[in-house]
T-cell receptor, first 113, second 115 residues
Framework: GAVVSQHPSRVICKSGTSVKIECRSLDFQATTMFWYRQFPKKSLMLMATSNEGSKATYEQGVEKDKFLINHASLTLSTLTVTSAHPEDSSFYIC?????????FGPGTRLTVL | GDSVTQMEGPVTLSEEAFLTINCTYTATGYPSLFWYVQYPGEGLQLLLKATKADDKGSNKGFEATYRKETTSFHLEKGSVQVSDSAVYFCALMAEGSSNTGKLIFGQGTTLQVKP
């Protein structure tokens, strides 16, 4: 099946710094990718839709300036958490659709100290 | 808005026991329904799906039937194995959203199967 990777798998950073998370579709192209946030014992919450060549579409309540999304190519989308704070600590997951199915990355664990 | 509700976990079963994980949804029209599984340290994987009422999705011994009258999509397996231990997510895609691929997830149910 199709493979989606994320890097890094986990990151620890200091409060106030920015962190970039990469999502790559390894064996297919994706004009659209999705970014989710997963809290402990909670569901995945869609944060935004990343669109290749245009601006991302953010879900209601998600701060655009806080979570910067760039879809640089047909195989790469990045999520940058700017000026991270402890409340941004979470598990971030991306997905990419291929032939009517969503393929998910393994996730990135962000811990902000 | 659209939503998915799953039974609270964790669910702990002995090997070869029967499994049911309840899932109900709220949505207008006829959404597509999915079950995803997340094994430890891995990304979500599609387990099965159903795109219209009365459809039955099945895979790896798991089954779920799209029940429009009860707005449910309960996951079942007749005999679980230790290797089935994972987190299971019920999800829906609203009618007409196939081009966007937007999924709405339930909160996930952790299944632990003991030998």
């Amino acid at each position: 099946g199709a493979v989606v990777s994320q890097h890094p798998s986990r990151v620890i950073c200091k409060s106030g710094t920015s962190v970039k998370i990469e999502c790559r579709s390894l064996d297919f192209q994706a004009t659209t990718m999705f970014w989710y946030r997963q809290f402990p014992k909670k569901s995945l919450m869609l944060m935004a839709t990343s669109n290749e060549g245009s601006k991302a579409t953010y879900e209601q309540g998600v701060e655009k300036d806080k979570f910067l999304i760039n879809h640089a190519s047909l195989t790469l989308s990045t999520l940058t958490v700017t000026s991270a704070h402890p409340e941004d600590s979470s598990f971030y997951i991306c997905s990419a659709p291929r032939i009517a199915e969503q393929f998910f990355g393994p996730g990135t664990r962000l811990t902000v100290l | 808005g659209d939503s998915v509700t799953q039974m609270e976990g964790p669910v702990t079963l002995s090997e070869e026991a029967f499994l049911t994980i309840n899932c109900t949804y709220t949505a207008t029209g006829y959404p597509s329904l999915f079950w995803y599984v997340q094994y430890p340290g891995e990304g979500l994987q599609l387990l099965l799906k159903a795109t219209k009422a009365d459809d039955k999705g099945s895979n790896k011994g798991f089954e779920a039937t799209y029940r429009k009258e009860t707005t449910s999509f309960h996951l079942e397996k007749g005999s679980v194995q230790v290797s089935d231990s994972a987190v299971y997510f019920c999800a829906l895609m609203a009618e007409g959203s196939s081009n966007t691929g937007k999924l709405i997830f339930g909160q996930g149910t952790t299944l632990q199967v003991k030998p």
